[in-house]
């Protein structure tokens, strides 16, 4: 197959912060690996930010959705800013773009990298890996609701979650079809002695899927205990699956046991690939670093993996993925969160002649 006909164009929308410095050297690592491979990336790159809602009052234009659509990929860096409230970055641009391509799956990878050190004293790269398997439309992110008698005594909000049998059942079945490619093993994150709707909901869907996968171990645990789980015995886990709100809590806790959030990549997916993925390190944009050229760039970069190997390029994939753990395990170049003096760039142009 020519590079012609192995093409693939990727909207970058380096976003806020750190987001423009990693997303910057993840392209930089994705273009070799293209040259490398015999493939074509075609870059758009769009200005959607806080600095641009700061300019227009939208962080990305009404027309948006339509220009993404014509992508095969999105890598985004990351949004939010000092001035600017996260619930506006959030509606903004990144709930609306995983709604309206339905990117159902949010898929956060963790392991411990050569180089780096767990937050856990003892504790070996192979009892250190997982992936967090979270639904990304709909549980308690959710618009309806609302605030009412503002200002006054009995002033009072009100936030609805939503879980539809739809939604579940296909964010569990896809849990379980990753678990046959790995130890065949799925613990389901509930919490249903507290939530009396959603969460019995969640695990008698959970219980239906699990019989009919005999050959997959399955369990659901209280959601404050796998976290304890998660720290204590990270090596019982290995595919985790929850709901919008406890996916998104566990997934850090699980990247910082695993080395930090700056190694931490995730992938928005739509699984029928009839709308773009999107692909975005788990960090936010570290406004207190931001512009000093020392921000980690290894998550972004796995996260252009994760895009390579969802495009149908595996083989690119592997090579970025083994190219960040040579730089990491040769240590010569590590930014100050790895115990080093080197910039940004530095790391970036290291992983990018591994190449």
Known sequence: MSSADR????????????????????????????????????????????????????????????????????????VGFPGVPDHVSLWGLLLPVRRAFAQYVNLRPVRLLPGTASALAGRSADELEMVIVRENSEGEYSELGGRHNRGQ??????????????????????????????????????????????MPFWDEIFAEIAAEYPDIHSEQMHVDALAARMVQ??????????????????????????????????????????????????????PDIAGKGIANPVAQVLAGAMMLEHLGEPEAARAVRCAVEKVLADGAVATPDLGGSSTTADLGAAVTAEL
């Open 7 to 78: 093409s693939y164009r990727i909207a970058s929308i380096p976003g806020d912060g750190i987001g423009t410095e990693v997303t910057a050297e993840a392209t930089n690592v994705l273009g070799r690996a293209a040259e490398v491979y015999g493939f074509d990336l075609r870059w758009s790159e769009f200005d959607w930010s806080c600095e641009r809602y700061a300019e227009t009052g939208r962080m990305m234009p009404e027309d948006g959705i339509d220009q993404l659509a014509v992508f095969d990929g999105i890598l985004l860096g990351a």
């Open 153 to 198: 005594p009995g002033e009072f909000v009100l936030q609805e979650s939503v879980f539809t049998r739809v939604g579940v059942e296909r964010i569990i079945r896809y849990a379980f079809d990753l678990a046959r490619t790995r130890t065949g093993r799925v613990c389901s994150a509930t919490k249903s002695n507290g939530l009396v709707h959603s």
């Open 233 to 286: 015995q990270p090596d019982r886990l290995d595919v985790v699956v929850g709901s919008n709100l406890f996916g998104d809590i566990l997934s850090d806790l699980a990247a910082a046991v695993t080395g930090g959030l700056g190694m931490a990549p995730s992938g928005n997916i739509n699984p029928p690939g009839q709308h773009p993925s999107m692909f975005e390190a788990v960090h936010g944009s570290a």
